[in-house]
């Protein structure tokens, strides 16, 4: 972004700025002064704690100015009823201003890895910015736009959930050009009751959206080729099935390569990838289906593709301490749990899982960590399960035919480390997957360090 004055800032929503710090300009925008940067505009949120309480430590940390509901001092800021809302209303003002065609991804499983796609594709033709990280709830994508440089021409925004209305209000933000929607899982069902839902929430990407926009969807996914609706915007449907508009054919996975041919109307040409599993595919797909939507070549959306390197935490490969370890603790979900678990089962060795909790699944928790543990035992030798619902998955494990000593419950984390330590042996492959709530990276952690 390019600097903005408070004075220009307080007119986009709404608040009131002393006149004396109507022209202190400000560029981006944290809620955190861990992370500030020097010059950003502080977020006085009020959350477990009053962010009103930082702006002082803000101040003398460098920040140019706060957004916040009352006066803390006298520093320059922008007075507003709610800053979560006027930190929208900015954010949404400055993309106008920018220009940028916006890309929205959203979907049960996988958006974060979709939008580092489809962004790699478009910066091979475009100067693209996308949401960082998490950054996709109505404070980081906020915050997302207005540290994007003035010239960006795409932004990817990713946009999250987990209750009724979230995604409506991150559209009329964003008003997408083109929004993606990889699929309908059973992430957060726990809050949106059944997946009719869940796809009703994602469907909340249509109600920002600019009248001519584009909506890409899954077509292998029941719920989005079964719409009960006619949305104003066009709808593309990617997938590997009939009638899909981008297809992809001929998938297979050898030497962690994963390949497969694109089929566009009469246009068609070979993808190949460093990832494993075919769930990658959907992903893939979804980049391919928005680089050819917005005119990037074939031979670009190849190149960025071939070159594409996911982001920490997200199937993570390597090795260490003579074993394969596969770092997937990033997030979690029935779907992406069964895919990991493929993943693991398909690499030659002694196949260890650590499991921790799926989050957000309400009343199907029980039955869903049941049905992991069933999985499990097709793929894995030995599991290693923590959280509330460990023992439901070792229960799938049992009725899966593995026997019951391979299999292991534990309530502390470490405890779970320290016997993952005295189980592994060299040439193990082990995948270390859980919600991120359940900050499963620190088992990984602590199984990597050395005995003192």
Request: hydrophobic share 40%; net charge negative.
């Given at each position: 972004m390019g600097k903005l004055t408070l004075r220009q800032a307080a007119e986009w929503c709404g608040g009131v700025v002393e006149e004396k710090y109507a022209d202190v300009e400000f560029l981006g925008a944290a809620n955190d002064t861990r992370v500030m940067q020097p010059g950003q505009l502080f977020i006085a949120l009020q959350g477990a704690r009053d962010?009103?309480?930082?702006?002082?430590?803000?101040?003398?940390?460098?920040?140019?100015?706060?957004?916040?509901?009352?006066?803390?001092?006298?520093?320059?800021?922008?007075?507003?009823?709610?800053?979560r809302i006027a930190l929208g209303r900015i954010a949404r003002e400055e993309l106008k201003r920018i220009g940028a065609k916006v890309v929205a991804v959203t979907g049960s499983v996988g958006k974060s890895t979709t939008k580092e796609m489809v962004a790699a594709v478009l910066e091979q033709a475009f100067v693209t910015s996308k949401t960082p990280a998490n950054h996709n709830n109505d404070i980081g994508m906020p915050m997302a736009i207005l540290d994007m440089p003035e010239d960006t021409e795409v932004a990817v925004l990713e946009m999250g959930m987990n209750h009724f209305r979230e995604i409506a209000y991150l559209s009329c933000i964003a008003h997408?050009?083109?929004?993606?929607?990889?699929?309908?899982?059973?992430?957060?069902?726990?809050?949106?009751?059944?997946q009719q839902g869940i796809r009703q929430a994602k469907l909340e990407v249509l109600e920002g959206m600019t009248p001519q926009?584009?909506?890409?969807?899954?077509?292998?996914?029941?719920?989005?080729?079964?719409?009960?609706?006619?949305?104003?915007?066009?709808?593309?449907?990617?997938?590997?099935?009939?009638?899909?508009?981008v297809r992809a054919l001929d998938v297979s996975q050898a030497d962690s390569?994963?390949?497969?041919?694109?089929?566009?109307?009469?246009?068609?040409?070979?993808?190949?990838?460093?990832?494993?599993?075919?769930?990658?595919?959907?992903?893939?797909?979804?980049a391919v289906t928005v680089g050819l939507k917005l005119g990037v070549t074939p031979e670009h959306i190849r190149k960025a593709l071939d070159e594409f390197q996911n982001m920490s935490g997200r199937q993570e490969i390597?090795?260490?301490?003579?074993?394969?370890?596969?770092n997937d603790c990033y997030n979690a979900g029935p779907e992406s749990m069964a895919a990991a678990l493929n993943v693991l089962g398909n690499r030659p060795g002694r196949h260890l899982a650590v499991l921790g909790e799926m989050l957000e699944l309400g009343d199907c928790a029980q039955a869903e960590h049941y049905k992991i543990g069933r999985i499990a035992a097709?793929?894995?030798?030995?599991?290693?399960?923590?959280?509330?619902?460990?023992?439901?998955?070792?229960?799938?494990?049992?009725?899966?035919?593995?026997?019951?000593?391979?299999?292991?419950?534990?309530d502390d984390p470490m405890e779970m480390a320290a016997a993952l330590k005295r189980s592994a042996k060299p040439g193990d492959v082990i995948l270390f997957k859980a919600s991120r709530g359940m900050h499963l990276e620190k088992v990984l952690k602590a199984f990597l360090e050395e005995e003192k």
């Open positions: 962010g009103h309480d930082f702006i002082k430590k803000a101040m003398d940390r460098g920040a140019a100015a706060a957004l916040c509901s009352r006066k803390v001092g006298d520093y320059p800021a922008i007075y507003v009823d709610d800053p997408p050009d083109v929004a993606v929607i990889i699929n309908i899982g059973t992430m957060h069902i726990e809050y949106l009751g059944t926009g584009m909506l890409l969807l899954n077509g292998d996914d029941t719920l989005l080729r079964c719409l009960d609706m006619t949305p104003k915007q066009r709808i593309t449907y990617f997938g590997c099935s009939e009638g899909c508009d390569i994963l390949r497969f041919r694109v089929e566009a109307g009469r246009l068609t040409f070979p993808v190949e990838m460093k990832l494993e599993g075919e769930h990658y595919v959907a992903d893939a797909l979804a390597f090795e260490a301490k003579g074993c394969t370890i596969i097709e793929k894995a030798d030995m599991v290693f399960a923590y959280g509330p619902h460990a023992g439901r998955v070792l229960d799938g494990t049992i009725t899966g035919g593995m026997p019951e000593p391979m299999g292991r419950a534990f």
